[in-house]
């Protein structure tokens, strides 16, 4: 599967962005797909996940403002993010995998987007 992230941006503190996530390829519903931002001199940190059976996970730091959702006859995963701070800013990567599990660490991924920039200013 190849996968196309978009949506990031400029955005100020407060505001709200959507990231897109379009995939090529059969099958789109039979893979877990999750969202990892990577912020400058950080490891990449998993954000979300939305499994292929259907059930969701978000971390901590970005519950009740951010929400990821899928679109399986569009081949498409989505990051809703709103009340954007601005330790959000990072790359955002898009990434996909058929046996994740219930593993949020990069390695159990193994398709990957070329990421979005999304910056929040203060």
């Known amino acids: 599967v190849q996968l196309q992230a978009s949506g990031g941006g400029l955005v100020q503190a407060g505001d709200s962005l959507r990231l897109s996530c379009a995939a090529s390829?059969?099958?789109?519903?039979?893979?877990?797909m999750a969202w990892f931002r990577q912020a400058p001199g950080k490891e990449r940190e998993f954000v979300a996940v939305?499994?292929?059976?259907?059930?969701?996970y978000h971390i901590d730091s970005v519950k009740g403002r951010f929400a990821i959702s899928r679109d399986n006859a569009e081949n498409t995963v989505y990051l809703q993010m709103n009340s954007l701070k601005p330790e959000d800013t990072a790359v955002y990567y898009c990434?996909?995998?058929?046996?994740?599990?219930?593993?949020?660490?990069?390695?159990?991924?193994?398709?990957w987007g070329q990421g979005t920039q999304v910056t929040v200013s203060s």
């Open positions: 990434a996909a995998d058929r046996s994740a599990g219930y593993s949020y660490i990069p390695r159990a991924f193994n398709y």
């Open positions: 390829g059969r099958d789109f519903s039979t893979y877990d």
């Open positions: 939305s499994r292929s059976h259907g059930s969701t």
